[in-house]
């Protein structure tokens, strides 16, 4: 996945000169928004850190501080964003989406789901270290039932590595007696089998069970289990098949109908704008009749989708 983002090291790289920039564009009366958009979507998130320290040195003022005094709205938010190293991002809005008012499930679904084994490990030391809590405690004050218990296996981060021949039939003849062949379904086998078998090996599985039932293991989902235990069987299932795949529904899910998911938007572009936004344009192309481009294009505006369309880097036309 080495290079599949848009977002590269910037070459000339000169973080003082960077610095000066940014505090050029924030000085005196008015704030040129062009110029921090342009500069900070053109660096990459460890350059950016860069900045930041060269901006105190400087300044002794906290760059990320300025920002969020003389920007606004959405795009504040996507900028500071950008500003956050990939793991304390993830911390951030894990511990947002536990502390806030009610729990966003949405965001532990989505972090949980698409994260590496070895992220989860790093999300859990990190979220340890800036908090003194136990994320999976966390989770689990604020979770309940087979949805929590999904998440606790997830949390687990020892989801094993390559393809186990020996046990691809046994998986899906245990998924097709747990759900569609009972009265009733058995989500602990759902959650045994899909939390802890590597994407490589589940993706052999869904291809057995379809041969077995007749059915994908995504309509077997939807048909047995539901609320939120559904919504992070099928994003464990659409991860398994393709991670990009997977942030391409969540995005256009965002845009589609009236109004905007704003905070998701903001999420995936900023968290995977150096990881696999190519590969993500590409399935998002693959799957709906229009670009990620064009999407975001029309259900944005401003600064805020200046930035947005920076990050997603072109037209798939």
Do not use: W
Not at 213 to 240: D, F, M, N, W
């Amino acid at each position: 996945m080495a290079g599949r983002g848009t977002v590269k090291p910037h070459s000339g790289f000169n973080a003082n000169n960077d610095a000066e920039v940014l505090y050029k564009a924030m000085k005196g009366l008015g704030t040129d928004e062009a110029a921090i958009l342009q500069l900070l979507t053109a660096r990459s998130n460890a350059q950016r850190q860069e900045i930041k320290a060269a901006y105190k040195t400087l300044h002794g003022k906290d760059l990320v501080d300025n920002l969020k005094s003389e920007l606004g709205g959405k795009f504040e938010s996507l900028i500071v964003a950008l500003m956050i190293p990939p793991i304390m991002y993830d911390v951030k809005c894990l511990r947002d989406a536990i502390k806030g008012a009610g729990t966003d499930e949405k965001v532990l679904v989505e972090i949980l789901a698409s994260r590496s084994p070895n992220e989860v490990s790093q999300i859990k030391s990190l979220y340890k270290r800036e908090h003194n809590d136990d994320l999976e405690e966390d989770v689990c004050g604020d979770t309940g039932g087979h949805f929590q218990r999904m998440l606790v296996v997830l949390l687990q981060a020892s989801r094993q590595q390559g393809i186990q021949e020996d046990l691809i039939q046994s998986d899906a003849q245990a998924l097709f007696a747990a759900g569609e062949q009972k009265f009733g379904t058995d989500e602990g086998q759902f959650i045994t089998i899909l939390g802890n078998r590597s994407n490589a090996h589940l993706r052999k599985v869904f291809e057995e069970y379809r041969k077995l039932s007749g059915y994908e293991i995504e309509e077997s989902i939807q048909r047995e289990t539901s609320g939120t235990l559904q919504e992070v069987l099928l994003a464990v299932v659409k991860c398994a098949r393709s991670v990009p795949g997977y942030f391409a529904d969540s995005l256009y899910s965002a845009m589609k109908g009236a109004g905007t998911d704003d905070k998701t938007l903001i999420r995936i572009m900023a968290s995977r704008s150096e990881v696999d936004m190519l590969d993500i344009r590409a399935e998002f192309r693959k799957r709906f009749a229009t670009s990620l481009h064009k999407m975001i294009q029309g259900d944005t505006s401003g600064d805020y989708r200046k930035a947005l369309l920076l990050l997603c880097g072109g037209d798939d036309a």
